[in-house]
Structures are given as structure tokens and as C-alpha cells.
């Protein structure tokens, strides 16, 4: 048997134990519905994956869906969206949870917005960054 995608392989190596785990964590502490259905799904996704990380086809065409140009463009896309919606997101929380404190008193839900602000900043100036980077170099 030969490994064709070592991450691959690693991670369903991973799912596999964590599933293991998991059964053996069961038996020792008893089983409910959510723990079955866990180790049901890390046993079949830790498989699946060594399985896909062996077959030289599945792997062949995995690495060229991951380079096909379309693919490549809705991907970017969509985490631009995403990264969007998440800074408008984070910008109504901010006023939301400072709005709230300023009205109610509580000291907690500035404290919320605070945080949420410290991340809302994070963003802007990561994209800041990223822009004028990839503006000079490319």
C-alpha cells in the first residue's frame, strides 16, 4: 500500500484514534445517542480518508480540482464574503452590545463590546495590511 497524500493519510489517522478513543471512552463511561453517532462518524471519515489518500485516481483528481482556476475563484470569493459579512457582523455587535450597556448601565455588555471591537479591529487592520502587501507585490 502506498501513500499517495500523507495529510491526508494523517488526518484519517487522526479521525481513526480520535473514534477509537472515543469507543474506548464509551465503554468505560457508558454510551448515549451523541457519543454513538461521534464514533460512528470519526470511525467512517478517519477510513474514508486513509482510504482516499491511498488511491492514486482519487488523489490525482483532488489536486486538480484544488487547481483548477474556477474553483480557485469561488473559493477566494466566497471567503471574501465571508470575511465580509463577518466585519459587518462584528461592527452591529459592537454598537449592539454598547448601545445596550450605555442604556442599561451593566458593565458586562460593554465589556462584550468591547472585546467584539478589539476583534472588529483586528480585521480591519489585517485587511489593511494584506492589501498594501499584495499591492506592492504584485
Do not use: C, P
Not at 482519487?58 to 463577518?86: G, W
Amino acid at each position: 500500500m502506498k501513500i499517495y497524500d500523507k495529510k491526508k493519510f494523517a488526518f484519517g489517522v487522526m479521525y481513526f484514534l480520535l473514534g477509537l478513543g472515543l469507543l474506548i471512552l464509551g465503554f468505560l463511561k457508558g454510551f448515549d445517542a451523541e457519543k454513538i453517532i461521534l464514533t460512528i462518524l470519526m470511525f467512517l471519515i478517519g477510513i474514508s480518508e486513509m482510504y482516499l489518500s491511498t488511491n492514486r485516481e482519487a488523489v490525482k483528481q483532488e489536486k486538480f480540482e484544488e487547481t483548477e482556476e474556477r474553483n480557485q475563484l469561488i473559493k477566494l470569493t466566497s471567503k471574501s464574503r465571508a470575511f465580509d459579512l463577518t466585519q459587518r457582523t462584528n461592527f452591529v455587535l459592537v454598537a449592539l452590545f454598547l448601545i445596550i450597556g450605555g442604556q442599561s448601565g451593566d458593565q458586562r455588555f460593554i465589556a462584550m463590546g468591547v472585546a467584539v471591537a478589539i476583534s472588529f479591529s483586528v480585521s480591519i487592520f489585517s485587511e489593511l495590511f494584506s492589501r498594501i502587501y499584495y499591492e506592492r507585490h504584485m
